[in-house]
Structure formats: structure tokens, C-alpha cells
T-cell receptor
Framework: GAVVSQHPSWVICKSGTSVKIECRSL??????MFWYRQFPKQSLMLMATSNEGSKATYEQGVEKDKFLINHASLTLSTLTVTSAHPEDSSFYIC???????????FGEGSRLTVL | AQKVTQAQTEISVVEKEDVTLDCVYE???????LFWYKQPPSGELVFLIR??????QNEISGRYSWNFQKSTSSFNFTITASQVVDSAVYFC???????????????FGTGTLLAVQP
């Protein structure tokens, strides 16, 4: 079964609203989680690295005020897309690194559609 | 610069054919890791293999095999006797721990869409 869970798996929202996506590691602690974005028929692009208890590190070109990341516990990171616009419609995937074993696991992804 | 190139955008084969997916990478690091992931239509990423830069042995797992050649910076993936269930997008990825100072940061190729026809 999945060891990293994302919720919701899909969401449709109106332009201008904010959407929160959760990423949970189910049976391990993850000091580091990663958020990726995947546009249709394209590759995964790393958006940011989420560090438990500290600020996220954003990749070049990713607006930190638009994509708010919170990693408040060792098993949960959240990505909030603020004031979403149609161009934010994408597939968002998180991954979590097992603190002990060092392995990397991916969530099932969350498909965001902004109308 | 760190880069992963999957030159094949789409491949279509008939069931039971063998198929090889190419992956070429670039990195200046001497220690790095290479991965292959499968992304079926449902969207989740399925881990297939991880290989470190010091292990050039080819690996076989059932119908899957991987050919890692440092001399050509390639990490190709072969599916033997393909099946319809193999239809998916396959991503090759590179992790160079010294890149950007962050471990486990993956750089993905653009993916290869494999369609296996019955």
C-alpha cells in the first residue's frame, strides 16, 4: 500500500480561491518532503523542498508567496496554492524521504483544475 | 549542469515485443544515483530501480533489465516480452547529492510514453 498519501487526489476550484494539498508519510518520519508540479504530457519539475520546522526552499522561478508550504510535523507537509488561476492547473506530486532508511517515496498526486 | 535526456517521446510496440527505453544523463558529480519510475495513467509514480554511480553491474528483475554504462552516461531500461499493463510513461531521474546542496533532489527526464498494443 501507499506509504505517502496526498489529499485531495483531485480538486476543482474557482479562479481566485486558495487550495490546500496535504502530503502525509504514513508509517515513517520525513524530515524532508519535496513538491513537484507536472503539466500535461510533461516531466516533473521540482517546486520546493519542505523542511520540518523550518522554511521551505523554493526553486528558481517558483513564487513562494503563491505556493505556501508548511511542514509542521514529521509526517505532514502542506502546499497551499493561493489565489489560484487557470495556469496553476496541474498535477502536484509530493515525495517524502524516510528519515531512517533514506528512501524516497512519492505520493499519488493531486490534480488541480482552476476554472 | 545536471540533466537527464530521454530522447524517445513515444514508443508503440505490440505485445510480447522487447522494448528499450533510453536515458542519457549529465552531471559533474562523481557520486550520483539514477532512477527509473513508471507513471501509469492513474498518475502515481511507481519506483522501479535505483542505481548508484559506483555500481555498473547490469540488473535484471523479472522482465525488466537495466544497462548502466558510465562511459556513455547512459542508463537504459529494457522490458522483455512487453505486456499491455506495461503501458505507461516511464521517467528516468538523476540525483546528484552535491547539486544545490540538497540530498534526494531528483532531476527528471521528460519521460517516454510506452504504448503496448494487444
Amino acid at each position: 500500500g501507499a506509504v505517502v498519501s496526498q489529499h485531495p487526489s483531485w480538486v476543482i476550484c474557482k479562479s481566485g480561491t486558495s487550495v490546500k494539498i496535504e502530503c502525509r508519510s504514513l508509517d515513517f518520519q520525513a524530515t524532508t518532503m519535496f513538491w513537484y508540479r507536472q503539466f500535461p504530457k510533461q516531466s516533473l519539475m521540482l517546486m520546493a523542498t519542505s523542511n520540518e520546522g523550518s522554511k521551505a526552499t523554493y526553486e528558481q522561478g517558483v513564487e513562494k508567496d503563491k505556493f505556501l508550504i508548511n511542514h509542521a510535523s514529521l509526517t505532514l507537509s502542506t502546499l497551499t496554492v493561493t489565489s489560484a488561476h487557470p495556469e496553476d492547473s496541474s498535477f502536484y506530486i509530493c515525495s517524502a524521504r524516510n528519515r531512517r532508511a533514506g528512501e524516497l517515496f512519492f505520493g499519488e498526486g493531486s490534480r488541480l483544475t482552476v476554472l | 549542469a545536471q540533466k537527464v535526456t530521454q530522447a524517445q517521446t513515444e514508443i508503440s510496440v505490440v505485445e510480447k515485443e522487447d522494448v528499450t527505453l533510453d536515458c542519457v544523463y549529465e552531471t559533474r558529480d562523481t557520486t550520483y544515483y539514477l532512477f527509473w519510475y513508471k507513471q501509469p495513467p492513474s498518475g502515481e509514480l511507481v519506483f522501479l530501480i535505483r542505481r548508484n554511480s559506483f555500481d555498473e553491474q547490469n540488473e535484471i528483475s523479472g522482465r525488466y533489465s537495466w544497462n548502466f554504462q558510465k562511459s556513455t552516461s547512459s542508463f537504459n531500461f529494457t522490458i522483455t516480452a512487453s505486456q499491455v499493463v506495461d503501458s505507461a510513461v516511464y521517467f528516468c531521474a538523476l540525483n546528484a547529492p552535491n547539486y544545490g546542496g540538497a540530498t534526494n533532489k531528483l532531476i527528471f527526464g521528460t519521460g517516454t510514453l510506452l504504448a503496448v498494443q494487444p
